[in-house]
């Protein structure tokens, strides 16, 4: 049977139940109106038609003709209204005494006629009472009636409601179970439901799916084991430190040497909010949080290591339809934190750092030696020297001053990578800072025929800086742009302030520099391509100024466009 066929049945029987307690109750209301009737209507008025007698009879005895004529009526209408056994008998009584009364009157004529009346009156009361207890039995035994019939159709209705819904809300509650255990990846669930309705043609698909899907899980849950194995392995064996926690923020793997490191058991963690854990461990608190690039250093048996911190968002691919067009998108699925063991590339960092502080300073000496030969060779008084001579002298002095630079560069490059950058700052005067640069690059400016073009406030502030460290910042700048720019040409040079600081900005018209190494600029040993006809420094100049301006709490900047030439910028902080 269809489900709508057995809604419409229930419907149907509850609208005939009301309908046959309906009836049920008109006819009782009826029997109890018709009893009830029977009493107000013919005895009633054999009472009435009995005393207005009795009156007419105490007024004047029926001697005028007018309560003859009244009595006649009364007595006519008494004689068509006789309802009770013994009434007519009473009737026939009274007429016969009132025709004696009328051809001669007497006093027995009329106690005859008043007995007679008595009577009637008599029996008609009777008659009221024994209808009334009548009436009363009627209307107990209707309201028996309703009310047994209350009761049953009460039964039935209780029933019906409490059976009927069952007929779809169990099947409802049974599907609604074995979704949820379908959910939890319960495919041996099945539903038991017979018939030939819906529910029993929905159950019939829901264990088929379900039989699929069990089936569908047997035959890959070997598979996903095996590579959940494989998986928990290769990562176990890795030689780097990894940490896996899901979306929730819930740990969901750490390997051997992250439990050494992090000095935690994994058997323990696992499953455990990494809130709670880092609350406790204040190392993977750290590999939690951690923003920036530096290493971090932890002592293992007694000796430092130094460990760099890799963050991997893992996202997963996620797929839906709508209006038929598949769109593709990605969910987070949590974060691994890998630790890479890299003590043996900062020991190796550490020897280059020192080989280039030793490095430079032992060629300092043959340099400066080389210097003051080719200083003497220049004395006339040592010898006249010919025009090739001179020519292969000056090359000698531009390659040792270039190499002077390149040892003072690398020394610098030391003290920033082994972290003893010495600054002395102070209260510095900018103008002195701007005259000791251009003073430094006067000779270079003059040999290309260089103008300069300041733009400097009449006040400068003071400034809060190193003033030998900034001065060669601004001296790297003007030299760049001095080996970019043509002969004749100009190079500007702005002081600005700022936002509290004071902005050195220093502009060439040269080719200027491609969008795709603007990035590249300030990171040790990069040049940029050249053409050939400028010669590139050691690629230290500008990542070595970053590290001082950045020391003294300022930034550095370029902006550049290809054909327009560059402008370099830094700022220092005003002395407050």
Known sequence: MKLKTKLRLGIGFLFIILILFGAISLYQINRISESAALILKDNNHSLQYAKAMRLLLDQDSLKSDASKTAFAKLLNQERQNITEAGEGNAVAELEKAYGRLQQQTNANELANIKAAIYQIEDLNMQAIVSKSQQSEKTVAQSTLYLGLAAFIFFLILFTFIVSFPGFIANPLAQLLEGIKEISLKNYKQRLHIKGTDEFTQLATAFNDMAKKLDQWENSNVAKLTSEKLRIETIIEQMQDAVVGIDEKGTVIFLNKLASELLNLEAGLMLGKNVAEVTKQNSLLQTIIEKKDSTLLQIVLNQKPQFFSVQRNDITIPETFDADQDIAFTEKPAGKVFVLKNVTDFKELDQAKTNFMATISHELKTPISSIK??????????????????????????????????????????????????????????????????????????????????????????????????????????????????????????????????????????????????????????????????????????????????????GKIWVESELGEGSTFSFSLPILS
Do not use: C
């Open 372 to 553: 003051m030969s080719l200083k003497l060779l220049e004395d006339s008084r040592v010898g006249q020297l010919n025009q090739e001579q001179h020519h292969m002298i000056n090359h000698i002095n531009d390659d040792a001053n270039r190499l002077l630079k390149i040892t003072g560069e690398l020394l610098d490059l030391a003290q920033v990578e082994t972290g003893n950058i010495k600054l002395n700052i102070q209260q510095s005067d900018a103008k002195q800072i701007l005259d000791y640069a251009l003073n430094a690059v006067k000779l270079q400016m003059q040999q290309k025929q260089i103008a300069v073009k300041l733009s400097v406030p009449a006040q400068l502030p003071t400034l809060n800086a190193d003033q030998e460290k900034s001065a060669w910042v601004l001296v790297n700048f003007l030299s760049n742009a001095i080996r970019y720019s043509g002969t004749n040409s100009n190079i500007d040079i702005t002081l600005k302030e700022a936002e509290q600081m004071l902005v050195f900005s220093v502009r060439d018209y040269g080719k200027g520099i491609e969008a795709q190494y603007k990035n590249e600029l300030f990171k040790r040993y990069f040049q940029v391509p050249t053409d050939g006809q400028h010669k590139s420094g050691s690629g230290l100049g500008l990542s070595i100024s970053k590290d001082f301006i950045e020391a003294q709490q």
